[in-house]
């Protein structure tokens, strides 16, 4: 039972574009969302979060929006950046330091 | 600040082997996780410690795996015997309490 969904694996960008990353899920317990980038051969590193009393979530580059009423959080990077080519987990959990599912990972390339 | 360390980086075993994992977690985390990320697919959790008691190994195949974390810091996750399906990378991460986890670079397991 997958509660966590990422349906889209790939995605390409033009540098200096906005990127879009979608999540979906289906617990309405979960609590507390997150974003990991991971490059390959290393883990993941935490990008930015947002807990479920808040739909909006801003840090530099990197904007997360929530929509509690259709179980959907997006990712959004502006401007996008060859440094940002990676894949991208979605994660939920039903507390801030509780275990997290992740989602599948979208892998997103930055087209220079 | 020094990351969370793992050894070994790779590890190629055969089937009924048996294998272990260690893990440093970041000075001062309380909380330790292993997980298990098969190719194309997000991390699966398998064991949280906070500090050196276990808070949840749900998802512990425990007639084969095995983890420990002696005196809240150090843990050691092992697999005997090892099977085909147990070919994955095995994060470990760490966090303080009600903070975001920061994951090792993983150990890459192939079972052959």
């Known amino acids: 039972d997958q509660q966590v969904k990422q349906n889209s694996p790939s995605l390409s960008v033009q540098e200096g574009r906005i990127s879009i990353l979608n999540c979906d899920y289906t617990?309405?317990?979960?609590?507390?969302f997150l974003w990991y980038k991971k490059y390959p051969a290393e883990g993941p590193t935490f990008l930015i979060s947002?807990?479920?009393?808040?739909d909006k979530n801003e840090d530099g580059r990197f904007t997360v929006f929530l929509n509690k009423s259709a179980k959907h959080l997006s990712l959004h990077i502006v401007p996008s950046q060859p440094g940002d080519s990676a894949v991208y987990f979605c994660?939920?959990?039903?507390?801030?330091?509780?275990?997290?599912?992740f989602g599948t990972g979208t892998r997103l390339t930055i087209i220079p | 600040e020094a990351g969370v360390a793992q050894s070994p980086r790779y590890k190629i075993i055969e089937k009924r082997q048996s294998v272990a994992f260690w893990c440093n977690p970041i000075s001062g985390h309380a909380t330790l996780y292993w997980y298990q990320q098969i190719l194309g697919q997000g991390p699966k959790l398998l064991i949280q410690f906070q500090n050196n008691g276990v808070v949840d190994d749900s998802q512990l195949p425990k007639d084969r795996f095995s983890a420990e974390r002696l005196k809240g810091v150090d843990s050691t996750l092992k697999i005997q015997p090892a099977k085909l399906e147990d070919s994955a990378v095995y994060l470990c991460?760490?966090?303080?309490?009600?903070?975001?986890?920061?994951f090792g670079q993983g150990t890459r397991l192939t079972v052959v």
């Open positions: 947002i807990s479920s009393i808040k």
């Open positions: 994660a939920a959990s039903f507390e801030r330091n509780e275990k997290l599912t």
């Open positions: 991460a760490s966090s303080l309490l009600r903070e975001e986890a920061f």
């Open positions: 617990n309405s317990m979960f609590d507390y």
